[in-house]
Nanobody, 121 residues
Framework: QVQLVESGGGLVQAGGSLRLSCAASGSIFSINTMGWYRQAPGNQRELVARITSGGSTNYADSVKGRFTISGDNAENAVYLLMNSLKPEDTAVYYC???????????????WGQGTQVTVSS
């Protein structure tokens, strides 16, 4: 019913930058939040950053000052600009959206397939 497609991952040297994009499509009535999570091998999935439809943002302490999340409500899209990347940022990055399929309906969480970000030292 709802698909999230991510793009923009890749291999970059420490200190470099990448920009991730995620677009949601399908039977969407409304989206309340969109965000980015990441999971490194052997670790739990963790929140990186999220943004509400009103523009409020929050970030993991480990990325504050380096990463910037932004959104486009009209396009149901979210972006993550990652600067000053470190090897410890290496992970699979997942896009998540909180979606209502109809007016007054339940909010559901949808996830993208993930995109690999690798930062070499």
């Amino acid at each position: 019913q709802v698909q999230l497609v991510e793009s923009g991952g890749g291999l970059v040297q420490a200190g470099g930058s990448l920009r991730l994009s995620c677009a949601a499509s399908g039977s969407i009535f409304s989206i309340n939040t969109m965000g980015w999570y990441r999971q490194a091998p052997g670790n739990q999935r963790e929140l990186v950053a999220r943004i509400t439809s009103g523009g409020s943002t929050n970030y993991a302490d480990s990325v504050k000052g380096r990463f910037t999340i932004s959104g486009d409500n009209a396009e149901n899209a979210v972006y993550l600009l990652m600067n000053s990347l470190k090897p410890e940022d290496t992970a699979v990055y997942y896009c998540r959206a909180g979606v209502a399929l109809q007016y007054g309906g339940t909010w559901y969480a949808y996830w993208g397939q993930g995109t690999q970000v690798t930062v070499s030292s």
